[in-house]
Nanobody, 121 residues
Framework: QVQLVESGGGLVQPGGSLRLSCTVS????????MGWYRQAPGKQRDLVAQ???????EYADFAKGRFTISRDNAANTVYLQMNSLKPEDTAVYYC???????????????WGQGTQVTVSS
């Protein structure tokens, strides 16, 4: 069973920074598109950023210029560097691993347990 373990959330003041990490227990990390999503209370879960296996990235408009997604295939880890944080960034942040290979991992989708990010003074 593939497991995703997130870390790095917490309380930060407006304008501050946090770096989230997500490590995936799999021997074929390189075939997963990796993403970060977030969900605020009473709202839907939204994409924050994605780092695909072809090394392309996608960002939500609110993340552009402030957040950076990166991945380390040797460490089975994806990161989300968040700068210039705002109170409206407060949410639970979830890591997602989307298998791109039907043969190797059946195109399955996995989620982490979520990590709370609170931006407040």
């Amino acid at each position: 069973q593939v497991q995703l373990v997130e870390s790095g959330g917490g309380l930060v003041q407006p304008g501050g920074s946090l770096r989230l990490s997500c490590t995936v227990s799999t021997s074929i990390f390189s075939v997963y598109d990796m993403g970060w999503y977030r969900q605020a209370p009473g709202k839907q879960r939204d994409l924050v950023a994605q780092f695909r296996i072809d090394d392309t990235t996608e960002y939500a408009d609110f993340a552009k210029g402030r957040f950076t997604i990166s991945r380390d295939n040797a460490a089975n880890t994806v990161y989300l560097q968040m700068n210039s944080l705002k109170p409206e960034d407060t949410a639970v942040y979830y890591c997602n691993a989307a298998c791109t290979s039907r043969r190797l991992c059946w195109n399955r989708n996995y989620w982490g347990q979520g990590t709370q990010v609170t931006v407040s003074s």
